[in-house]
């Protein structure tokens, strides 16, 4: 962790300049996406509840978020641009955490950059960033387990796939389907025990995923 101390802090300078000019611009608006996208946020800042009080296409989840924005700084789009961009930015210190699992940290550093300044956000719609952010969760939960196989990592992407499913239901939904499929082939190649802990893992998976 000392190693990567000056690599985190110096991400955190340099991510919070690549991406803060996105705080006060927008490319496109549209009334029937980001409008909705904002009426969701400032009716859920209300009291107001998705699907029961207004219509909503995606997870439960992200409504909350942005309504928690909108509760701490104002009801107004930079608000749903700096929690965007917070999400982003974190979502490349993820990344600079997987890669470094594998790769030089100065690699790992550029991988991050490389996310921050080309990534191809998909810009209908405010929702899709805290997908992406627990995708990645996920990603690092299991490849920590791979390489550790430690079983408190299992349940940090169990938690990550059940609060995607959470954010666009199919995505969850693949991720609480392959991630124990990926664990058991681990498992199996590498001649690991079936422990308890693994056992709740699996039961625990099953139970949400058809829930």
Request: proline share 4%; net charge positive.
């Amino acid at each position: 962790m000392k190693n990567k101390l000056p690599y985190l802090l110096l991400l955190l300078i340099v991510g919070i300049i690549l991406l803060h000019p996105q705080l006060s611009y927008q490319s496109f608006l549209s009334t029937g996406d980001h409008g909705r996208d904002l009426y969701a946020a400032e009716a859920t800042m209300h009291g107001a509840r998705p699907y029961h009080d207004y219509w909503w296409v995606y997870g439960p989840l992200m409504p909350y978020y942005y309504a928690l924005t909108f509760k701490i700084f104002s009801v107004s789009i930079p608000s749903i641009l700096l929690a965007k961009m917070l999400l982003k930015l974190l979502s490349g210190f993820l990344i600079f955490s997987i890669l470094s699992l594998y790769t030089p940290l100065l690699f790992s550093f550029l991988g991050s950059l490389w996310f921050w300044a080309f990534q191809e956000d998909f810009f209908f719609t405010y929702n899709h960033e805290g997908g992406l952010f627990l995708f990645l969760m996920a990603t690092l939960c299991l490849l920590k387990y791979f390489q550790t196989q430690k079983e408190k990592y299992l349940y940090g992407a169990l938690l990550s796939a059940y609060l995607l499913a959470l954010v666009k239901i199919n995505f969850g939904v693949g991720l609480l389907l392959f991630s124990p499929l990926c664990v058991f082939f681990f498992d199996w190649t590498q001649k690991l025990p079936f422990t308890r802990a693994k056992r709740i893992f699996y039961i625990i998976n099953v139970v949400t995923l058809f829930l």
